[in-house]
């Protein structure tokens, strides 16, 4: 069996998270996809900060950010709002483990996906347009999206049960180190505590890391309700806990950022 390239746990985590094409040869497995999450974190929520800055100097708040949601859907697919979606159908009714599981995996989006979506995508765009209007109020959205590829990742260590049927859930079991989460947790906090402190002093910076960690919080309460009905997480519920979690960290942020 050939080693795997050096770079091929990156390149794994790029190929499936967002459309970027690379070699194929170096992303021939799913080993790499949740440990190396925040980096892709941290590509993608610069290129969202980045679009919601210029559409507001160019247009409105409101406009950048609904640019910044338009980019993200458009550089990961539409994955995590996908995931969002089948999530909701599957915990929203009183259904019995094994049909949950079989609306989760149809291709269709029913009544509680699309509530979910649109309620998500609603309080996003809001809390975007509010944070885009404040002098360094791009760095929350930033955090955000940073945050929810943590919440993703977490879904990777090991002793998390996955789903029955789930073959991403599977792939990705026990990928991620403890150290290692640790590690970008720390790294994460230590760049939005920094971030925020240039930005708008001690301040900005408690509110970013506290919006962080309020984002993962709520993250692992929707990984616990999912485990509780579906028997474990799928790649549906990472999506889910992505989306949950971004939510949360720029709504707190709106609502604390001076």
């Not at 009714?93 to 309620?119: K, S, T």
């Amino acid at each position: 069996m050939s080693a795997r390239p050096r770079w091929a746990g990156p390149l794994e985590s790029v190929a499936l998270l967002t459309v970027v094409r690379v070699p194929a040869a170096a992303a021939t497995s799913t080993r790499g996809v949740l440990p190396w999450a925040p980096l892709v974190g941290l590509a993608l929520g610069g290129v969202a900060a980045g679009v919601g800055v210029l559409g507001t100097r160019l247009v409105s708040p409101p406009t950048g950010a609904v640019a910044a949601l338009a980019v993200l859907a458009a550089l990961t697919r539409g994955l995590h709002l996908d995931g969002l979606a089948d999530t909701a159908d599957g915990l929203g009714p009183l259904r019995d483990r094994e049909r949950a599981l079989q609306v989760m995996h149809r291709g269709d989006v029913g009544p509680f996906g699309v509530v979910a979506l649109v309620l998500v995508l609603l309080l996003q765009a809001a809390a975007a347009a509010a944070l885009l209007g404040r002098d360094g109020g791009w760095l929350a959205l930033w955090t955000a999206v940073v945050v929810a590829r943590l919440a993703m990742a977490r879904t990777g260590l090991p002793g998390v049960r996955t789903a029955e049927g789930s073959s991403l859930g599977q792939a990705v079991a026990g990928t991620v180190s403890r150290p290692w989460l640790a590690g970008w947790l720390v790294v994460t906090a230590a760049l939005a505590g920094a971030a925020g402190w240039t930005a708008g002093g001690v301040l900005a910076a408690a509110v970013l890391v506290a919006a962080g960690a309020t984002g993962l919080l709520v993250a692992e309460r929707v990984r616990v309700r999912a485990t509780a009905r579906l028997g474990g997480v799928t790649g549906d519920v990472m999506g889910a806990m992505g989306e949950a979690a971004a939510t949360v960290v720029l709504l707190v942020a709106a609502a604390s950022l001076p």
